[in-house]
Each structure stands twice: as C-alpha cells, then as structure tokens.
C-alpha cells in the first residue's frame, strides 16, 4: 500500500501518440488547477535526454533525470502527467493511470494531419492495435487504479473529462501507513 501523504492526487495519461494525451490533460487542467506535465515538452525545455533517436524521431529520455525532475511535484500531488508510456515512473506516484485509446482509422487520420508517414506512422498505429499501452500499465500499476478510455469523438473528449475531474474532487488521501 501507498505511504504517500499527498493531500492531491496525481494522475497519469497514457496512451499511443495521437490519442488525445495532451488534449484531455489540458481540459482537465483547465477544469481542476492541477498541474499539466507534458513529459515530451519538458524532456525538450531541459535537454532531459541523451540525443535524437533518427530511426523512430525522437528524442532518446533519459529516464533517470525525468524521475529527478519530477520527484518533488509528484510529491506534492496535483499533477496530471501526460506521456506515451508509464514503465519507468515510480509505481507510487500515481493515484490513477488512464490509457485512452483510438479507433484506429481515426487514429491513422490524426497522426497523418500531423505529418507521420511511412515507419512512425507504421509504428504508432501498431502500438494502438497491439495495446502497448495497456499492457505497459497492467505491467507497472496495480489493476484498481488502471482505467481504458476510448478518445475517438469529441463527445469521448468531454466525457472522459468530466469523469476524470469527478474522480479527482472525489479523491480522499490516504492515511499514512
Ligand atoms: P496526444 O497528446 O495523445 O498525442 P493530442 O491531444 O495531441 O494527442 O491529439 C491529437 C489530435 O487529435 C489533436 O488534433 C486533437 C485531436 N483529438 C484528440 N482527442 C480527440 C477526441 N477524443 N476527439 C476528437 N479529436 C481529438
């Protein structure tokens, strides 16, 4: 069981690029005052990474100085984390771990509006059908706290929000072991 004493909980979204991340962070954001961490954004701001990895276009994380950075935040709780994939945060940090999830022609449409094409787009489209995501969180969180959302519509976008927000003004600390 979790020792933390965060009187806020800290939210994890995860999912294959394009699935709406870093939309239904922000609205979620917006909605609650938590803290929108966009793990992909501050790994660029603080050159939290060991060089470009030209085979999948990106950057190559260095893991170890992202669990630095975000360690006293986390701590704090009030975070809502947004990154295509979970494995290497500390399982203790988070109070709930979402995976959205995309149809996916919808999905291929997104990710080509944004300029994926050929192995990226390949690869991305094949981590949402094999459920890479998912698989990753039941291989890292404990399985009451794991949720699958689907994020086709925009009325999936409002109504995962409104869960999440509910979810999070619902939460009551734990108490100290
Ligand atoms: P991610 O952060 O997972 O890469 P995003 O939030 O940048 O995804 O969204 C990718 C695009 O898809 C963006 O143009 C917004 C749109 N989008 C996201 N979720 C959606 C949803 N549930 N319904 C319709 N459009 C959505």
Known sequence: MSENGRKRPNVLVTGTPGTGKTTTCSLLCDATGFR????????????LHDGW?????????????????????????????DHHGCDFFPERWFDRVVVLQTDNSILYDRLTSRGYMDQKLKNNIECEIFQTLLEEAHESYAEDIIVALKSDSVEDL?????????WIKNWVPRSRA
């Not at 990895?53 to 984390?81: P, Q, R, S």
């Not at 409002?158 to 509910?166: C, H, P, Y």
């Open 53 to 81: 990895d030209a085979e999948f276009e990106c950057h190559i994380i260095n893991e170890d100085l992202v669990c630095d950075e975000l360690e006293d935040m986390m701590e704090e709780g009030g975070n809502v984390v």
């Open 36 to 47: 929108h961490i966009n793990v992909g954004e501050l790994v660029k701001q603080k050159n």
């Open 158 to 166: 409002s109504r995962n929000v409104s869960t999440l927000d509910e």
